[in-house]
């Protein structure tokens, strides 16, 4: 099974101010078709996770931009430009390359 | 648009079988697998298994194995996940989502408490 770890575990930001969640995998999520299976979830308080980002980079439908995603390969990177404090709650890095799909432990994002 | 809405809250004695079920609507369903995530109190988000929307291939999470089905009822739309010999850290909150080669849409939780 592929292994996501992600850092840090939980961050306090300003508001207005940048974030940045790193996920690493246990093996390459890049598939032979050249796409890459990484997505990022926001869970806040009391509801289902809400999915920010697919296939690395792609902002799913209605998702800010200044939430964007990056990385290749192994090495996978999640940024808030200008941290809102509609943004607080828990980020999950997701990878989907094989079954079962597995998540990281989570980045519980507070704001200070 | 894409709706996917669980059945209510269950609490089970230790060793009875619970089924959740996860009806979907806004989309065609047999063209999305069906994905079961669950999330224990105040933990992380973890893989229970998955059925496919078009052939019904399963695939379930191995710690999990022998004690979880899902199915699914193409007529209705509806998709089910059903644990047996259940156990205390059996508690969760249990969501559907839908997906093809990744996740875009949960469904609002069913809690689960297994409880004597």
């Given at each position: 099974d592929v292994v996501m770890t992600q850092t840090p575990l939980s961050l306090s930001v300003t508001p207005g101010q940048p974030a940045s969640i790193s996920c690493k995998s246990s093996q390459s999520l890049l598939h032979s078709t050249g796409r890459t299976y990484l997505s990022w979830y926001l869970q806040k308080p009391g509801q289902p996770p809400?999915?920010?980002?697919?296939?690395?980079?792609?902002r799913?439908?209605?998702?800010?931009?200044?939430?964007?995603g990056s990385g290749s390969g192994t090495d996978f990177t999640l940024k808030i430009s200008r941290v809102e404090a509609e943004d607080v709650?828990?980020?999950?890095?997701?990878?989907?390359?094989?079954?079962?799909?597995s998540f990281?432990?989570?980045?519980?994002?507070?704001?200070? | 648009q894409v709706q996917l809405v669980q059945s209510g809250g269950e609490v089970k004695k230790p060793?009875?079988?619970?089924?959740?079920?996860?009806?979907?609507?806004?989309?065609?369903?047999?063209s999305y697998g069906i994905y079961w995530v669950r999330q224990a109190p105040g933990q992380g988000l973890e893989w229970v298994g998955w059925?496919?929307?078009?052939?019904?291939?399963?695939?379930?999470?191995?710690?999990?194995?022998?004690r979880v089905t899902v199915t699914t009822d193409t007529s209705t739309s509806t998709a089910y996940m059903e644990l047996s010999?259940?156990?205390?850290?059996?508690?969760?909150?249990y969501y559907c989502a839908r997906g093809?080669?990744?996740?875009?849409y949960w469904g609002q939780g069913t809690l689960v408490t297994v409880s004597s």
């Open positions: 809400q999915l920010l980002i697919y296939e690395v980079s792609n799913f439908s209605g998702v800010p931009d200044r939430f964007s709650g828990v980020y999950y890095c997701m990878q989907s390359i094989q079954l079962p799909y990281g432990q989570g980045t519980k994002l507070e704001i200070k | 060793g009875a079988s619970v089924k959740v079920s996860c009806k979907a609507s806004g989309y065609t369903f047999t059925i496919s929307g078009s052939n019904g291939d399963t695939h379930y999470a191995q710690r999990l194995q022998g010999s259940l156990r205390s850290d059996d508690t969760a909150v093809h080669w990744g996740i875009d």
